[in-house]
């Protein structure tokens, strides 16, 4: 695999411009670095013997299947399931025993993606297997009981072994295509967690990130899979709503949406409050409970998406030398902030902005209340604010003048409309 050029100072990352490719090369780039990290992956972990046997047959088999089928590899790696694992995966990320068993499921879904899409090198056998495997390839869920002592994967089959028990044979077809009928057999459980949206992008009812419920917000406490007994049909006709208003007033932002997400994973319901989270292990998911309001859906979807991107880059590089000490007033948050979470609010703020000014322009039924301009004027103070405490204090690196420089220049833009309407 030949390295790409270097990376130029991104233009337009924050709000794209007709045509841009920006979001694209940066996600590739992220996606060819989860890649090259995969034949390394889980060494100096501390394993106990039966994982540290896996890690030790699957090393050749992944270098063999990157060798013959690197797409099917490639596409595994982008989505978030994979993805996740192999990032959180790096020295460090995770204490040892969380470390063993994020690493054992990796090797189980690789094995079960490939082997869905007849794209296994060779057979594979895995002595101490995971106790559950969440593919998106396959829309499905697939939790093993306790007794399981190996999983066989060959292309088009997994064989589920229970010791002195006969195997459990699970046909794969379909799989690929996401496909997947319920089962429930020799404690053996098979479902369909996943709910289609639009465009390949699915409400998730199983998550598989090792970090979830990691929590860096004081108002939070991690993200726990739940509905907050609503009907899925409720979050799919809102969430989609949402998702309109964005295609109508900001196409070149739904297409990079389109690129990058794959799952929506709902964190419950709450009339008053709203939460929302992404994580750089996790690219392409979000986080997000339900609200009422769709204005609110959809700038928390604008708001995680652009964190998505802006974690892409942080992949590739720093963005600023001095991201993460000393701590400044957050123009959006209770708690001081290092630069790092400045940056990231003003970064996911702009383009919430350029949507309000965009509704308000073409005189949307939504953007008539008081309380939407009210709401405009308060998002655009937020933005003066922390743009120009990252334009006074951030050490930009290379690659971080480009972003700087692009929300400098909507400060700026954003400054004169006010200025107009003054």
């Not at 060779?122 to 998106?136: E, G, N």
């Amino acid at each position: 695999m030949s390295p790409p050029p270097p990376l130029a100072p991104p233009r337009d990352l924050t709000i794209p411009e007709p045509g841009s490719h920006t979001a694209r090369d940066i996600l590739s780039r992220a996606i060819r670095r989860s890649l090259g990290e995969l034949p390394q992956v889980g060494r100096g972990l501390s394993l106990s013997p039966g994982v540290r046997a896996d890690l030790s047959s699957f090393q050749p088999w992944i270098r063999l299947a990157l060798a013959q089928h690197p797409g099917a590899v490639a596409s595994a790696v982008r989505r978030p399931t994979a993805g996740a694992l192999i990032r959180c995966l790096r020295p460090g990320r995770l204490p040892a025993a969380r470390a063993e068993a994020a690493l054992s499921e990796l090797l189980g879904l690789l094995y079960l993606e490939l082997a869905a899409q007849e794209a296994m090198p060779r057979s594979a056998r895995m002595q101490h297997p995971p106790r559950q495997l969440v593919s998106l390839l396959a829309q499905a869920s697939v939790e093993l009981p306790a007794d399981t002592t190996e999983l066989l994967f060959q292309n088009g089959r997994m064989k589920v072994g229970f010791g002195a028990h006969e195997p459990l044979s699970l046909p794969l077809d379909g799989w690929a295509r996401g496909s997947v009928e319920a089962l429930s057999a020799k404690g053996v459980r098979v479902t369909a967690p996943y709910h289609p949206l639009e465009r390949g992008l699915v409400l998730a009812l199983a998550d598989n990130n090792p970090v979830a419920m990691d929590e860096a917000h004081p108002d939070k406490e991690g993200n726990a899979v739940s509905l907050g007994g609503r009907p899925i049909q409720s979050w799919r006709e809102r969430l989609r709503a949402a998702l309109d208003i964005i295609d109508r007033y900001m196409p070149e932002l739904r297409r990079e949406m389109e690129l990058f997400l794959h799952q929506i994973v709902p964190v419950g319901y709450d009339e008053e409050r709203h939460m929302s989270a992404s994580f750089q292990e996790s690219l392409g998911t979000i986080y997000m409970s339900l609200h009422p309001s769709v204005m609110t859906l959809t700038e928390a979807l604008i708001h995680e998406f652009s964190h998505n991107k802006i974690n892409a880059l942080f992949e590739l590089d720093a963005v600023l030398e001095n991201a993460f000490s000393p701590l400044y007033t957050s123009p959006v948050r209770p708690d001081p902030r290092p630069l790092h979470g400045v940056l990231l609010a003003v970064h996911a703020f702009v383009p919430v902005a350029r949507l309000y000014e965009q509704m308000i322009q073409s005189r949307d039924p939504l953007a008539r209340p008081e309380a939407f301009e009210a709401r405009y004027e308060q998002i655009r103070t937020i933005n003066r604010e922390g743009t120009k405490v990252l334009l006074d204090n951030a050490r930009p690196t290379i690659t971080g003048r480009g972003v700087l420089a692009e929300l400098e220049r909507w400060d700026e833009h954003f400054g004169r409309r006010a200025a107009a309407h003054s």
